[in-house]
């Protein structure tokens, strides 16, 4: 059932009983559409919860990382005054606002909106001297964190992060506490809360002066520095601010989050320290302290780069010791790197790496004869470029360049006489290492890449059986990646529009590739009722051109469906229904069935007054006269009423075209003449 239904006059078309809406753009899942089971569908047709309210005056940097994190349907962009009226209507889970647009009293405002939501949690942004005006808020709980602007994305992202956790955990207990009542502490006459607010920072201020003593000394200005070999990571941290500011983000609203937030902030400072001083295993390790902020914090940007970089160290350390022949530290640096990482894709190429690095026989020189006066030259020292294989292949470099790449230096190996053994486990690391970075590429969902690395599997000769496995996995990486587009598709109404991004192409597309994935034929069924839908609305509006074109797309997509038939007949009547209307035909074109002669007016009939009346009307397809209307009389305004009586009650057979009954528009002379 459509949202929003009007009914179609029976007289002009004959679509009375079905409903048509408006606005085909809105039309949602109906009950039908519960056929929909298939997980792939169900999981982007999810909602998603947490509305962020937006002052109007944040910047568009903000916008976006709200956007990044919710979602553009879950931001609600207001001004400082709708606010208020907006938490009432429930549903908000953070209200984000500049601190400027406060007014002079922000500790009301503030209470206002908790007292309006208990559960939305506020975050505030501006400069450092407008956080200091906010302590008393800060430390009260009004405010969950204020955030000092300009800042990083992953800053801003972990507070709005830390806020929308905040949401969830009073939405899921209950929260129905009120905030504390910070309008009329004042009414005393003693400046209570600049009291105590100078009072909490002073013993924050000490607190924090003993923790500064024994922490490590580090300078938070500098921006750590990572090996040559890494990129620079994101500062883990704002620039150190004096001491009093500082405080203000270690108040503790409420005791589990803040803390958590702490830990993180700390957890990252140490991270990047240990990272930069190639520190990486160990409890204290980057290893261990990125990830310990990203089982807090997932999305945390500063934690991922980090992470990434010392696996990157780990990763060269392997390669370095292989290079060099310190087989023992390279297997060591591999344990240590899957330990670290256990998914890496390299980790069985490297192992096959290492293995035939330790096979390898030391070549030493043959001892001299004593009898001969020559000395027996050594045979060829294949290590070096065995070595460089190994580079090569940790590098990525399989094929290219062409002079130097792990395939060339193999060939070049094998055309010198290199051990057939030795040949063959540079070979099968070679293939490893190849086809794990396709299921890396498959995994990350770039098919592109994942084709050039199919192609360079078959060129060095890797097992054909593997390389046909994952060339379907591809296909069917693919498909799922197109029905996934096709169901976002769905839910935003894009059903025909815009070219290329619609759900009728992409669906369509699955099916030219004849494709059997779960999902698909309900998604096909729920586009093919909303083509049908559209095309009644399009028809119940007269819109003959629109009608077609969803009649048109329905037949590709779903030839079978049985509103076929019913629509193309449809249209076909109310085209013609039309054309009939554009032209008024005599009511002597039509047969009369009955008719009553109409009343004399009876003044006229005293005066003697003879005259006539045109009348212009519909005939229904049901043989009913609607839609009088007088065109002309004379005498003007004295048989009018008679006429139109008479009319009204007249019954006509209704015109007719191939069994088919169609409205007609007629005019008719109606005569008030004395009889002789």
């Not at 990083?152 to 969830?168: D, I, M, N, W």
């Not at 503790?252 to 990252?268: H, Q, T």
């Not at 043989?623 to 048989?639: H, K, M, S, Y």
């Amino acid at each position: 059932m459509l949202g929003q239904s009007a009914s179609v006059p029976k007289e002009i078309s004959p679509f009375a009983a079905r409903e048509f809406d408006d606005s085909v753009e809105h039309i949602v899942l109906g009950e039908d559409d519960a056929v929909m089971t298939e997980t792939a569908v169900h999981r982007l047709l999810d909602v998603q919860q947490g509305t962020i309210l937006l002052a109007e005056d944040c910047d568009a940097a903000l916008h976006a990382l709200c956007t990044n994190l919710v979602g553009e349907d879950q931001i609600e962009q207001l001004s400082v005054q709708q606010m208020t009226a907006r938490l009432g209507l429930g549903g908000a889970g953070v209200l984000v606002a500049n601190a400027g647009s406060l007014g002079g009293h922000p500790e009301r405002l503030l209470a206002s909106w908790r007292a309006a939501d208990p559960t939305v949690v506020i975050v505030v942004t501006g400069s450092k001297p407008e956080r200091e005006a906010l302590l008393a808020e800060l430390s009260g709980g009004l405010v969950h964190r204020f955030l000092i602007t300009p800042s990083s994305s992953g800053q801003t992202r972990l507070v709005l992060a830390s806020a929308l956790k905040r949401h969830e955990e009073l939405r899921r207990v209950g929260y129905t506490a009120e905030p504390p009542a910070l309008p009329g502490l004042e009414k005393s006459g003693f400046p209570v809360m600049p009291m105590v607010a100078t009072a909490g920072a002073v013993l924050l201020a000490l607190g924090v002066a003993v923790w500064w003593l024994f922490r490590a000394p580090a300078d938070p200005e500098v921006e750590v520095a990572t090996t040559p070999a890494v990129a620079t990571l994101p500062a883990p941290t704002p620039a150190a601010e004096p001491l009093a500011e500082q405080t203000v983000d270690v108040i503790a609203l409420e005791a589990e989050p803040v803390a958590s937030a702490v830990e993180e902030s700390m957890d990252l400072d140490g991270a990047a320290q240990a990272l930069a001083n190639e520190e990486l295993l160990g409890e204290l390790g980057a290893v261990a302290l990125f990830s310990n902020v990203l089982e807090v914090d997932p999305d945390n940007e500063a934690a991922q780069a980090g992470l990434a970089a010392a696996e990157q160290i780990l990763l060269d350390r392997v390669a370095l010791a292989l290079v060099e022949g310190r087989v023992d530290d390279a297997e060591s640096a591999l344990a240590d790197l899957a330990g670290a990482s256990p998914n890496q894709p390299r980790l069985l190429a490297l192992e096959a790496e290492i293995q035939a690095a330790r096979s390898e026989p030391i070549q030493t020189p043959a001892e001299p004869e004593v009898e001969a006066p020559a000395v027996t030259p050594p045979p060829p020292d294949f290590r070096p470029q065995r070595a460089l294989v190994r580079e090569r292949i940790s590098a990525g470099q399989f094929i290219e360049p062409a002079d130097d790449s792990a395939r060339f230096h193999l060939d070049a190996l094998a055309a010198a006489g290199d051990d057939t053994a030795q040949l063959e486990q540079l070979e099968t690391a070679l293939h490893e290492a190849v086809l794990g970075e396709v299921s890396a590429a498959l995994t990350a969902l770039e098919f592109g890449q994942a084709d050039q690395l199919l192609a360079t599997a078959a060129v060095v000769g890797a097992d054909s059986v593997r390389v046909a496995a994952l060339q379907t996995e591809l296909e069917q990486a693919r498909e799922r990646a197109l029905l996934d587009r096709a169901v976002a598709a769905l839910q935003a109404n894009r059903l025909q529009a815009p070219a290329g991004n619609n759900a009728v192409e992409l669906l369509a597309q699955l099916q030219a590739q004849q494709s059997d994935l779960p999902g698909l034929e309900a998604a096909v069924g729920i586009a093919a009722r909303r083509l049908s839908l559209q095309a009644e609305a399009a028809l119940g509006r007269q819109d003959y051109v629109a009608a077609a074109t969803a009649i048109d797309a329905l037949a590709g997509l779903s030839p079978e469906s049985g509103d076929l038939a019913t629509l193309r007949a449809d249209l076909a009547y109310a085209r013609r229904q039309a054309e009939l209307f554009e032209e008024v035909i005599p009511a002597s074109g039509l047969r009369i069935l009955s008719y009553e002669t109409p009343q004399y007016p009876r003044q006229a009939e005293r005066r003697g007054i003879e005259g006539w009346v045109d009348v212009q009307f519909t005939v229904t397809a049901e043989g009913e006269p609607t839609e009088l209307v007088v065109i002309a009389a004379e005498p003007e305004g004295v048989f009018d009423g008679s006429a139109l009586e008479a009319l009204a009650s007249a019954r006509f057979e209704p015109y007719s075209e191939d069994s088919n009954s169609f409205a007609r528009r007629v005019s008719m002379r109606v005569r008030f003449n004395f009889a002789d």
